[in-house]
């Protein structure tokens, strides 16, 4: 008898023609965020089995993090002989409390000599037997689900629901502008989730913002680090930008401008690091900078696709998320942002183009711009700790 970690593929079994590109690149992330536990992984078309000598508990909450993964179940390998099947189930169940049972069996190997419905009676003929319980099809306390398959039958009781969506890394690499708030990580879980490779580009202007406001930006990026094994943080050193801003530029138009600024850079340092798209937490309506008509303005400065996964979420459903995937905590403590320093009373709702340039006019931002994305500082280690979530 083998237990084993069954992994049941998400959404992307309905790409047939990628399926192997797909599996791929689940396994290879499974391995990446297991690369302290000592596994072995078999695959095939409609299943992953992960063999481990130990640690079964933390290993499948490491993979509850995983993308591409429909569920997850800690199931008992045995040859496909009856006796053994048999044997098993009692052995399974006999530390299980339960008065009704239903059995549910598949038969996906089909030289297999019985077929699924005889299953069904046989082995739950054999429960009944030797266990004082009944057969409940419809509502059961506990369901024996038995699947004969070529490589040998596994027998499993829960089912653990994986994360969904697509294995992170298949649709390539995405920039998330990652700030400490609540929005912009939930935006970033939202592209792994749809198989985007994400690392972060954050922001920061010492000493107007404090070093504790950049380690709560590196907490939320070990965060998500979780979903993904690949996270890095580009730390953009703001300050000079910032400070001409303010010099420079009308007060109702300072957000605008620094915006377009962060554009700027953000879109510069995608071509250079061939990031694909450009992805971020702005929700429309949320503030003066992400009316339409702003985003129109500010959108202006890039034609690299902007990804606005929360764009339409509210802000109560945003902070659901956050709490489920444990970045909630994180983002409330209040340690202050580039963008909310020099925030202005009166910031402009609906820009106008031409003023923008004409602001822009008034100091060398393209030399400052320059000088700023050659001196950002690349994070690449996190400390990970799966405790602190789901
Ligand atoms: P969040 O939107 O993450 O809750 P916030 O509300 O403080 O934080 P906004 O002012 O709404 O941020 O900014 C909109 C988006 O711009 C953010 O979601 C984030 O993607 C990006 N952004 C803002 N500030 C920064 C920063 N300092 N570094 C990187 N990106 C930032
Ligand atoms: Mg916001």
Redesign the pocket.
């Given at each position: 008898m083998n237990k084993l970690i069954l992994i049941k593929y998400g959404e992307l079994t309905t790409k047939k023609a990628n399926r192997k590109v797909f599996i791929n690149m689940l396994e290879k992330n499974i391995k990446n965020i297991l690369i302290d536990n000592n596994i072995e992984i078999k695959k095939d078309r409609v299943r992953m089995y992960i063999k481990a000598q130990n640690n079964l508990d933390e290993i499948v909450l490491k993979l509850k993090h995983v993308f591409g993964i429909h569920g997850i179940v800690i199931c008992y390998q045995v040859d496909n002989n009856i006796d053994n099947i048999k044997s098993q189930i009692l052995d399974i169940l006999k530390d299980k409390n339960f008065r009704t049972f239903k059995i549910n069996s598949k038969r996906a190997d089909k030289t297999f000599p019985i077929h699924t419905m005889e299953l069904n009676n046989l082995f739950g003929g054999f429960v009944l037997k030797n266990i004082d319980c009944k057969v409940d099809v419809h509502n059961p306390d506990i369901t024996v689900n038995i699947e004969v398959r070529p490589e040998g039958t596994a027998i499993y009781i829960d089912e653990i629901k994986g994360s969904g969506g697509y294995p992170v890394g298949i649709q390539g690499k995405g920039l998330l502008?990652?700030?400490?708030?609540?929005?912009?990580?939930v935006?970033g879980y939202l592209a792994l989730k749809r198989g985007v490779d994400i690392e972060c580009?954050?922001?920061?202007s010492p000493p107007h913002t404090s070093p504790e406001a950049k380690n709560k930006v590196l907490k939320l990026a070990s965060i998500l680090n979780k979903y993904s094994g690949n996270v890095k943080v580009h730390v953009v050193p703001f300050t000079k930008i910032q400070e001409e801003i303010y010099k420079n530029v009308k007060d109702s138009y300072i957000i605008t401008i620094m915006r377009r600024m962060?554009y700027r850079i953000a879109s510069e340092y995608c071509k250079r690091k061939k990031f694909k798209i450009i992805i971020?937490?702005?929700s429309i309506g949320?503030?003066a900078?992400?009316t339409l008509d702003s985003m129109i303005v500010i959108n202006n400065v890039t034609n690299l696709p902007i990804i606005r996964p929360v764009a339409c979420l509210d802000k109560l459903e945003i902070i659901d998320i956050s709490k489920k995937i444990g970045t909630y905590e994180t983002?409330i403590l209040p340690f202050e942002?580039?963008?909310?320093i020099f925030l202005p009373k009166h910031p402009v709702i609906n820009p106008n183009l031409e003023k923008c340039l004409l602001y822009e006019n008034n100091f060398d931002y393209e030399k400052l711009i320059e000088e700023t994305i050659n001196n950002i500082e690349i994070i690449t280690k996190f400390s990970n700790d799966y405790n602190d979530i789901l």
């Amino acid at each position: 008898m083998n237990k084993l970690i069954l992994i049941k593929y998400g959404e992307l079994t309905t790409k047939k023609a990628n399926r192997k590109v797909f599996i791929n690149m689940l396994e290879k992330n499974i391995k990446n965020i297991l690369i302290d536990n000592n596994i072995e992984i078999k695959k095939d078309r409609v299943r992953m089995y992960i063999k481990a000598q130990n640690n079964l508990d933390e290993i499948v909450l490491k993979l509850k993090h995983v993308f591409g993964i429909h569920g997850i179940v800690i199931c008992y390998q045995v040859d496909n002989n009856i006796d053994n099947i048999k044997s098993q189930i009692l052995d399974i169940l006999k530390d299980k409390n339960f008065r009704t049972f239903k059995i549910n069996s598949k038969r996906a190997d089909k030289t297999f000599p019985i077929h699924t419905m005889e299953l069904n009676n046989l082995f739950g003929g054999f429960v009944l037997k030797n266990i004082d319980c009944k057969v409940d099809v419809h509502n059961p306390d506990i369901t024996v689900n038995i699947e004969v398959r070529p490589e040998g039958t596994a027998i499993y009781i829960d089912e653990i629901k994986g994360s969904g969506g697509y294995p992170v890394g298949i649709q390539g690499k995405g920039l998330l502008m990652l700030s400490g708030g609540i929005d912009s990580p939930v935006a970033g879980y939202l592209a792994l989730k749809r198989g985007v490779d994400i690392e972060c580009l954050y922001f920061e202007s010492p000493p107007h913002t404090s070093p504790e406001a950049k380690n709560k930006v590196l907490k939320l990026a070990s965060i998500l680090n979780k979903y993904s094994g690949n996270v890095k943080v580009h730390v953009v050193p703001f300050t000079k930008i910032q400070e001409e801003i303010y010099k420079n530029v009308k007060d109702s138009y300072i957000i605008t401008i620094m915006r377009r600024m962060m554009y700027r850079i953000a879109s510069e340092y995608c071509k250079r690091k061939k990031f694909k798209i450009i992805i971020n937490g702005e929700s429309i309506g949320q503030v003066a900078s992400q009316t339409l008509d702003s985003m129109i303005v500010i959108n202006n400065v890039t034609n690299l696709p902007i990804i606005r996964p929360v764009a339409c979420l509210d802000k109560l459903e945003i902070i659901d998320i956050s709490k489920k995937i444990g970045t909630y905590e994180t983002s409330i403590l209040p340690f202050e942002d580039c963008c909310t320093i020099f925030l202005p009373k009166h910031p402009v709702i609906n820009p106008n183009l031409e003023k923008c340039l004409l602001y822009e006019n008034n100091f060398d931002y393209e030399k400052l711009i320059e000088e700023t994305i050659n001196n950002i500082e690349i994070i690449t280690k996190f400390s990970n700790d799966y405790n602190d979530i789901l």
